[in-house]
């Protein structure tokens, strides 16, 4: 009597949902039947993988399945042959999270301290071996500052950055790509950029197919600009000609703690792309929205507040774009841009908590929540369109205060 009671609600379902395609196996029990048809009604079981992953220095990693309650840990046992490295930079893609940084010392140690880890689960990482240069040979290869992951000239693959191979004009970068984040080469042809420092490097950003990358390096403004597909690629004086963006200000970046304090690149969920960084006339923060034409418009945005230099970004459902940074000042905007609040703090930033910088942001479509870390191991995190500091919860791992470099969402 129960199995035929089973049939009729099983054939019930199957009534209710003629729109739907299901494939019944005679072969199946009962039991085995009524699990396919509640798997194809869309009620698939629960997702309790982690959803966030930060990275830091001392080869340390922070994880979380809701933004909320994280662990971390740190050490070789986590990276495999990271001992005294540090990492700089997480993102996701090709179902894999992808870290790159140094195996041993901060980036000034060069030669040979490619640092490339993946992992499906955030929990078990894999080293990736770094690949070498065939015009640059002798040098090995070099530490890797920043990653991301989208489509260049008409092909989803990671793009990760190093420092320079020699201080001289007319060198190039260590930069390196992969399609699946296990094989990588190094783009022999980049272009060369400008004289500076060789600890410097460039701070990756993909948009519509194109690799754009804001120098840490020389005495003017520069980007790195880079298309196979549509024959681009040249550093490029920035801003470009016609445009009153202003000169941003270049600061070479500092060895420990580790911040990237060139002007920065972000698009946001509604595909737009943003240009944020500090004016050198006056160290005021400014934002500017390309234009739909490629252009950059005759204006700027500012409003972030004194005293800050946006590192971290990030843009939800609502429409809002965030930016976060140093002396852990928040903005956002609820305009595209147009228009910014800015805070003086998130939580006690600043006092006994002992933290000053916010370094890296991102958000889950998922969860619907936003997370931004920073020093000494400060997440922030919020599952609303924050328009007040009250509106965020300051979490830390108890134990660990070490500097969180870089945060990445599955689910960005």
């Known amino acids: ?76 046992s986590v990276f495999p042959d990271c001992s005294g490295g540090s990492l700089y930079s997480v993102t996701y893609g090709n179902g894999l999270f992808v870290a790159v940084g140094t195996v041993t010392g901060d980036f000034t140690s060069r030669t040979n301290n490619c640092g490339i880890w993946t992992s499906a689960d955030a929990e078990t990482w894999t080293r990736i071996a770094c690949p070498n240069s065939a015009a640059h040979s002798s040098q090995g290869n070099l530490p890797l500052r920043t990653i991301t992951y989208g489509s260049v000239g008409g092909a989803n693959k990671f793009i990760a950055t190093g420092s320079k191979y ?31 420092t060789v600890d410097a490097s460039c701070l990756v950003s ?42 941003i200000l270049w600061n ?20 737009d792309f943003y240009l944020i ?22 204006s700027v945005a500012t409003g972030f507040g004194a005293n800050t230099r946006p590192m971290g970004f990030a843009s939800d459902e609502s429409g809002n774009i965030y930016t976060f940074g140093a002396n852990c000042k928040w903005a956002y905007s609820s305009n595209q841009g147009t228009s910014w609040t800015s805070f003086g703090t998130l939580d006690t930033c600043g006092g006994s908590s002992g933290y000053n910088d916010w370094m890296s942001a991102t958000y889950s479509t998922k969860l619907n929540r936003i997370v931004t870390v920073g020093d000494s191991g400060s997440i922030g995190t919020t599952g609303i369109s924050p328009t007040q500091s009250t509106d965020w919860t300051y979490v830390k791992v108890a134990g660990f205060n070490l500097e969180m470099t870089s945060v990445t969402s599955k689910s960005n």
Request: charged fraction near 15%; hydrophobic fraction near 35%.
């Open 206 to 247: 993909i948009y519509n197919n194109t690799v754009y990358c804001s120098m840490e390096v020389g005495s003017y403004t520069a980007i790195l600009r880079y298309n196979p597909a549509s024959s681009i690629n040249a550093l490029e004086s920035f801003p470009p000609s016609g445009s009153s963006i202003g000169s």
């Open 252 to 271: 070479p970046p500092t060895a420990s703690p580790y911040e990237m304090t060139t002007f920065r690149f972000f698009r946001s969920r509604s595909n």
């Open 166 to 196: 020699a201080s001289s004009s007319g060198d190039n970068l260590y930069m390196v790509q992969s399609s699946d984040g296990v094989t990588w080469t190094v783009i022999e042809d980049i272009a060369d950029v400008d004289y500076g």
């Open 1 to 76: 009597m129960k199995h035929i009671v089973l049939l009729l609600s099983i054939f019930q379902i199957l009534y209710c949902n003629q729109a739907k395609e299901v494939s019944i196996d005679a072969s199946k029990s009962l039991m085995g039947l009524g699990l396919d048809l509640t798997l194809s009604n869309g009620l698939q079981p629960t997702d309790d993988s982690n959803e966030f992953v930060a990275v830091g220095v001392a080869c340390s990693l922070w994880t979380s399945k809701d933004g909320i309650a994280w662990t971390a840990s740190t050490g070789s």
């Open 277 to 298: 960084g500090t004016r050198s006339s006056d160290s005021v923060a400014v934002s500017s929205k390309m234009n739909t034409n490629g252009t950059w418009p005759a």
